[in-house]
């Protein structure tokens, strides 16, 4: 059984850095695409960003392009999101998953940015 924990989030001020992690165990992350998606105060799921672990190919939100960065360690199983330059935009609890749709995911980490 897949388990995921998500970790690093916290409060941070407009143009801050914060460095999530997420651990999982009962999965292998090779031949995977491993994903963040995120969910703000009174809004749906969106899918954030994904990673091929077998090639490092990565895919962006839009509005997180060049700011965030999603990498995986499949030694340790554990993924990560590099987020740079934070906006108040980007409050919300962030999840990892085993798919982009969010349909395995952690139980989420807090990230609050204020300007």
């Known amino acids: 059984q897949v388990h995921l924990v998500e970790s690093g989030g916290g409060s941070v001020q407009a143009g801050g850095s914060l460095r999530l992690s997420c651990v999982a165990s009962?999965?292998?992350?090779?031949?995977?695409?491993m994903s963040w998606l995120r969910q703000a105060p009174g809004k749906g799921l969106e899918w954030v960003a994904s990673i091929i672990t077998t090639t490092n190919r990565t895919t962006y939100r839009a509005p997180v392009q060049g700011r965030f960065t999603i990498a995986a360690d499949t030694a340790k199983n554990t993924l990560y999101l590099q987020m740079n330059a934070l906006t108040t935009e980007d409050t919300a609890v962030y999840y990892c998953?085993?798919?982009?749709?969010?349909?395995?995911r952690g139980p989420g980490t807090q990230v609050t940015v204020s300007s």
């Open positions: 998953a085993t798919d982009r749709l969010g349909l395995n």
């Open positions: 009962g999965y292998t992350y090779v031949s995977t695409c």
